[in-house]
């Protein structure tokens, strides 16, 4: 019987619930080359992190996350921790020879994820891998987007817009919980959702973002500070409350070129009113267009202009078929899936890269790619003007001319 992959889990919150979902499923839902173990799982409060132990099914847990390093029983160190704990947590781990999933973005700044691909490059000579977890390329209709592209059936790119609206913190008594401090997140809206929909778009066209033109806005600029708070809820204290000073930008907007000839338009808010999670990405190109809605995960939107005419038109595409990506693991045709899945494809994949011996993807490097898209954008909204994106791996279109 193959040794299985025993995984050690720092963070236990929203992302720490959606990851321990997947690593509880993948195992009843794929035949894995290694069976997958969830040991233990790290926090900083020993009463919550017990219970989350208990509640999504690991064997042990503990308050000090580097207790992971020196045990023999972990193999692979998942970090669901906040941003500014992903650069020492991933360095560490690799240094001591585990397997890394580490959770979007990357880090808080450039420098942090140049040092952690600097990691996963040593680390590589001696088995170890590394991943960071962009879980919406795991939506098999983001993937069949992918395909589509690839495969010519767009013709050539032209256009590319990208939105990714939420309004959770649109009342301004909410409290000021970690992702509105930019010592912790990093930045706002920008890195926390406006780095899906950047590595979405590159994933699904195969080009880099090269230049942007941005601004930026903090609606908010102070909150009270929070009681309690956990994944993307908090409250705070009855009465007069202590405020604190919001850090981070609110809503980000830019335009973009991807490579040469293909323009762009992005945007990323927490403060889109009655918007819960409205991620949407249309590609155009010379021979038809792509359209996904993650509030229509398993549908994609195509109009093809190879058609006759009189049957030109979008085309609802349900992403259910056995033939369409991940979906033979799951339910007969027409049964949907949804946003938990994309977690246990990530799991899948990432198992089946390290057994393997190759590179899981998006790699840490994919990843500090996206932060180079990520600083790019702050400094253009800095100085209102066009900054150029460092390219820290080949353009994948260029590099097949």
């Given at each position: ?8 889990m720092v963070g236990y919150a929203f992302m720490g619930a959606a990851h321990s ?109 590394a991943m960071c977890g962009f879980n919406y390329r795991r939506v098999p209709a ?77 609606f908010v600029r102070s909150r009270p500070l929070p009681s309690a708070s956990a ?171």
């Open positions: 019987m193959a040794q299985p992959l025993r995984v050690g979902q997947a690593w509880r499923t993948v195992n009843h839902v794929y035949d894995l080359p290694s069976p997958v173990q969830m040991q233990v799982v790290s926090g900083r409060s020993a009463p919550a992190v017990a219970a989350a132990a208990r509640r999504f099914g690991w064997s042990d847990h503990t308050t000090d996350w580097r207790t992971l390093l020196t045990r023999d029983d972990v193999d692979l160190i998942d970090i669901c921790s906040p941003g500014d704990t992903h650069a020492d947590i991933a360095i560490a781990a690799l240094s001591a020879g585990k397997h890394v999933l580490c959770e979007k973005p990357l880090a808080n700044s450039v420098d942090e994820a140049r040092r952690m691909v600097a990691a996963a490059e040593a680390a590589k000579t001696s088995g170890v891998r983001v993937t069949l987007m992918r395909d589509l592209i690839a495969a010519g059936r767009l013709g050539t790119i032209r256009h590319v817009r990208a939105c990714y609206l939420q309004d959770w913190i649109v009342d301004p008594e909410f409290p000021l919980v970690w992702r509105l401090r930019k010592e912790v997140a990093g930045s706002g809206a920008l890195g926390d959702i406006g780095a899906h929909i950047v590595d979405l778009t590159q994933f699904v066209t195969g080009r880099l973002v090269t230049e942007v033109s941005a601004l930026a806005e903090t994944g993307l809820s908090a409250l705070s204290a009855g009465g007069v409350v202590e405020r604190g000073e919001v850090t981070v930008d609110d809503a980000v907007l830019f335009l973009a070129r991807l490579g040469d000839q293909v323009v762009a338009t992005y945007e990323a808010t927490r403060f889109a009113t009655g918007r819960k999670n409205g991620l949407r990405v249309e590609i155009n190109g010379s021979l038809g267009t792509l359209v996904f809605d993650v509030e229509r995960m398993n549908e994609l939107q195509f109009y093809d202009l190879d058609r006759p005419v009189e049957e030109q038109g979008f085309t609802r595409i349900l992403v259910t078929e056995p033939s369409h990506p991940y979906m033979a693991a799951w339910w007969p045709p027409g049964h949907t899936i949804g946003y938990e899945h994309t977690f246990t494809h990530q799991a899948h994949d990432l198992v089946r890269a390290i057994a393997a011996g190759v590179d899981p993807t998006p790699s840490f490097a994919d990843a500090l790619q996206v932060q180079l898209v990520l600083d790019a954008v702050s400094r253009s909204a800095e100085t209102s003007s066009w900054v150029t994106v460092e390219s820290a791996i080949v353009d994948p279109v260029e590099e097949r001319v």
